[in-house]
């Protein structure tokens, strides 16, 4: 998806171009077939005819000129004649019907009602395209899961589409400076989130912003999940304190004997007070994606540390194979390592092998058909 600098850049060739083509494109045929799997790439504008109508043929030389001169995104038609099930599944009651889509086939589509004219297409696909850019979620962090990650967990579990900018070590300096010079870091720190046309900052707030809006803190648990942040928030200290130790090796067997241990027994026995697998109101929250987070991050230090803790290991199951969670963590918007360079353990020279196991352990997704 473009951002919203990217979307300047293209309105201002296109705004100052005339004469040629910025770029040539063609307009594609859409079918049953192929439908789907087309838009769920891209920005695709679509023009739905039907052969027998003048309107349409009087119409389609201006359509396939817009497809050669634009640049917002692909072109495509639908002979409505040859594919019945779109009228249906679109609600196509006029020939021709333009629509676009700009987030898959199903998604926020939105219906073209203006004048027929390049320039009235040319006018509403930028506008559109510059909307999308101003209402689009970016998560800015660094390349790894680490304090990103829960933000990253709750987005999925609401199934909200965001893009990340995830930095370097080495622009992080540069971009730090920006960002605090512009009011977009105010503490010089990431993560940040851009949701909303607000930039927000410092996780756990980012969380709670999320969840709250979105189903994931609900109002009558929210003093209860705060509580389990919390704890959630204190064994994240400690195992940053470890894992970011220069004397690891010789401190991770007290972690994992005297440290983590009674942390761990915390959360089972909270666990053990529920009235479902979930750790408070019977529904999955923040509470539950925080613990998951930070739960799964210690297996990577030692993938035996849950054998006294059945509760734990039954929720982190549960997580998991929770759909959109599963679907994540087997997707490429999920960094590969956990911590950053300066880490004694799971990160991007060396990432820990329990992420493998994980993954192996998730229920296989059904195909196209089955029960």
């Not at 297409?121 to 395209?129: E, G, L, R, V």
């Not at 880490?343 to 229920?363: M, V």
């Amino acid at each position: 998806m473009k951002t919203l600098s990217g979307v300047f850049s293209f309105i201002f060739l296109l705004r100052e171009y005339r004469a040629e083509p910025i770029i040539s494109l063609e307009i594609i045929s859409l079918d049953e077939n192929n439908f789907d799997s087309s838009l769920a790439s891209g920005d695709w504008f679509v023009q739905f005819l039907a052969p027998w109508s003048q309107k349409c043929t009087d119409d389609y030389p201006l359509w396939k000129k817009f497809a050669h001169i634009q640049s917002t995104g692909k072109v495509g038609v639908v002979d409505v004649v040859a594919n019945p099930e779109f009228i249906k599944r679109f609600n196509i009651r006029a020939y021709p019907t333009y629509i676009l889509f700009q987030y898959g086939p199903d998604e926020n589509y939105e219906r073209y009602f203006g004048e027929i004219s390049f320039s009235a297409f040319d006018t509403f696909a930028i506008n559109a395209a510059v909307k999308k850019a101003e209402d689009m979620i970016i998560l800015r962090y660094f390349k790894s899961r680490e304090r990103g990650e829960i933000i990253r967990l709750t987005l999925e579990a609401c199934g909200l589409l965001y893009e990340q900018h995830l930095h370097s070590s080495e622009e992080w300096p540069e971009i730090k400076k920006s960002g605090y010079g512009s009011g977009m870091l105010p503490f010089a720190q990431v993560p940040a989130l851009h949701i909303d046309q607000r930039n927000l900052v410092q996780t756990m707030s980012i969380v709670r912003y999320i969840g709250s809006k979105h189903g994931l803190l609900p109002s009558n648990l929210a003093i209860e999940i705060d509580i389990l942040l919390g704890g959630v928030e204190d064994l994240q200290t400690r195992y940053f304190k470890l894992v970011y130790n220069p004397n690891f090796v010789s401190e991770k067997d007290d972690y994992l004997t005297k440290v983590l241990p009674v942390w761990l027994g915390h959360f089972e026995r909270y666990l053990s007070k529920s009235e479902s697998d979930y750790l408070v109101g019977g529904v999955l929250t923040v509470a539950d994606l925080a613990l998951f987070d930070i739960v799964t991050a210690n297996l990577a230090i030692s993938e035996s540390c849950l054998t006294d803790f059945p509760l734990l290991q039954k929720h982190v199951k549960m997580v998991s194979f929770h759909e959109p969670i599963r679907n994540y963590l087997i997707s490429s918007r999920r960094p590969p390592y956990q911590n950053g360079a300066s880490a004694s353990i799971d990160n991007e020279s060396e990432p820990s092998p329990y992420w493998n196991t994980l993954l192996k352990s998730l229920p296989r997704k059904p195909k196209h058909g089955e029960l």
